[in-house]
């Protein structure tokens, strides 16, 4: 159980930030960067949750990833570096992931095939639920080039944070209409 008692501890204020191992990065390092931009995406996800209360299975689903990016963030903040913890680490599981592939072809079934991209836009959902898939893909590039770094990064948090990009991009479909209202590209519409 989380129990926050005071906001500020002060501890910030020389530039660092700690992870759940006790360890002290700056707050501009990698790792950082990735848990911050999943917390972006997790605000974002909010904001989009307001235009979503009249459409309940798929609120019920926004509502899920935003407990899951919060799993997410404390993944990515207690780093695997083969050293014994006091305590069980929280990680992104394989189950959350087949969850959101499920998720993700359920609501898919609803929708007609694209023939065009789509652009962000039509309803105030869809509109606020591609910004998140955008800020959920930097999330995504972020953790990707930490891993690249050598700096181990759970394999089934790189593919959650992939799949949910894709589960945004479906959810503003099913948010305009299941598609109806989306608005498409028309390549090169404006020469």
């Known amino acids: 159980m989380v129990k926050l008692n005071k906001?500020?501890?002060?501890?910030?204020?020389?530039?660092?930030?700690?992870?759940?191992?006790?360890?002290?990065?700056?707050?501009?390092?990698?790792?950082i960067e990735a848990f911050g931009t999943v917390d972006e995406a997790n605000a974002c996800v909010g904001m989009a949750r307001l235009h979503t209360a009249g459409l309940a299975d798929l609120d019920e689903i926004l509502a899920r990833v935003q407990n899951d990016f919060?799993?997410?963030?404390?993944?990515?903040?207690?780093?695997?570096?083969?050293?014994?913890?006091?305590?069980e680490p929280l990680?992104?599981?394989?189950?959350?992931?087949?969850?959101?592939?499920?998720?993700?072809?359920?609501?898919?079934?609803?929708?007609?095939?694209l023939r065009?991209?789509?652009?962000?836009?039509?309803?105030?959902?869809?509109?606020?639920?591609?910004?998140?898939?955008?800020?959920?893909?930097?999330?995504?590039?972020?953790?990707?080039?930490?891993?690249?770094?050598?700096?181990?990064?759970?394999p089934a948090g790189l593919r959650y944070i992939n799949r949910i990009s894709d589960l945004l991009f479906v959810a503003a479909r099913c948010a305009n209409e299941n598609g109806k209202a989306d608005v498409l590209w028309v390549p090169g519409e404006n020469r």
């Open 7 to 31: 906001i500020y501890t002060r501890t910030g204020d020389a530039g660092t930030t700690g992870l759940g191992t006790g360890e002290r990065l700056a707050k501009h390092d990698l790792r």
């Open 70 to 87: 919060f799993d997410l963030g404390a993944d990515l903040a207690t780093p695997d570096n083969g050293k014994k913890l006091k305590y």
């Open 91 to 113: 990680r992104i599981s394989d189950q959350q992931v087949e969850r959101v592939e499920a998720e993700i072809d359920r609501l898919n079934g609803k929708l007609d095939p």
């Open 116 to 154: 065009s991209f789509v652009l962000p836009g039509g309803s105030p959902a869809a509109a606020a639920l591609h910004l998140a898939r955008t800020v959920a893909r930097r999330a995504e590039r972020l953790m990707v080039a930490l891993n690249e770094t050598g700096t181990h990064v759970n």
